[in-house]
């Protein structure tokens, strides 16, 4: 399994260095597809009709991005990523983010990161947004260098491999806390639309994709992100539905004060709950 784990990232970091990030990152919805119907398949689990809904949500919203998606802007060098992600907008927007991260790290997170789902994902997807257009900074650089023109002689490229590096670090690290924290069903949605959001307009203010389109393709590809989003949160809702019944919901707990917690951690459940027997 790991195998293909491995093979899956790079696929996905070789997809970044040939198509825009505004395309590339919303069709990683297809795995939440493919994983469904696998399941089914080999798993014997029964994919019912939200389940098939959602599913084809997805592949609608992803067609839609596909047939109205910018196309790839040329580019010579890893300089010219340089310059890009030098310009005073994305350093404006990479700034706020930077600064977001260490509020929400050394602020929120002591506080409220075992009982507020938002402050990981939060960290995960602002940071999540960085990595991507380092991600696809370096994996020009090294397409160009594979054609022939060596990128690895300018500091830019090793920047970028820093950035990266430092960046995924620091993705898994709060991602892992909060799948260890929270429910996986809640965790994956959310982490997708603010990952994904966050990643177009990190690529729209740096790549500048949206100044080679109309506006009609624009509201086109956001009515085909909106598709997906709406066939992922079907699916990852309904996914414990079996023969067309509701999912049982869950009484809201209480705290200390009495008054009802939201989305509270689930070893805090257990644990109340071993407390009351």
Not at 243 to 248: A, E, K, T, W, Y
């Amino acid at each position: 399994m790991n195998h293909f784990v491995i093979v899956g990232e790079i696929a996905n970091f070789a997809a970044y260095a040939f198509a825009p990030a505004i395309l590339v990152t919303p069709l990683g919805a297809l795995s939440i597809i493919i994983s469904a119907v696998l399941a089914h398949i080999i798993l014997n689990e029964k994919l019912h009709i939200f389940g098939i809904l959602g599913c084809v949500l997805c592949v609608v919203g992803s067609t839609t991005i596909v047939l109205h998606a910018p196309q790839e802007r040329e580019i010579e060098s890893v300089i010219e990523v340089w310059d890009l992600a030098t310009e005073p907008a994305f350093l404006f927007y990479a700034a706020l983010v930077i600064t977001a991260v260490f509020i929400l790290i050394f602020h929120y997170i002591p506080d409220y990161g075992q009982t507020h789902i938002m402050v990981y994902i939060g960290v995960c997807s602002l940071v999540g947004s960085l990595s991507v257009m380092s991600v696809k900074a370096l994996g020009i650089a090294l397409k160009l260098t594979l054609s022939g023109m060596n990128q690895l002689i300018y500091p830019q490229t090793w920047a970028f491999t820093l950035v990266v590096i430092t960046c995924v670090l620091t993705q898994m690290n709060y991602l892992n806390k909060a799948l260890d924290t929270f429910n996986t069903a809640v965790v994956s949605p959310i982490y997708y639309v603010m990952f994904t959001s966050l990643t177009i307009l990190a690529s729209v203010i740096m790549f500048k994709d949206w100044d080679r389109q109309s506006p009609t393709q624009i509201v086109t590809e956001m009515c085909g992100f909106v598709t997906i989003l709406s066939g992922t949160f079907l699916l990852h809702k309904t996914k414990d539905m079996a023969d067309g019944s509701l999912p049982v919901r869950l009484p809201k707990h209480t705290d200390d004060d009495g008054y009802g917690v939201e989305g509270i951690p689930l070893r805090r459940q257990e644990s109340s709950r071993s407390a009351q027997n």
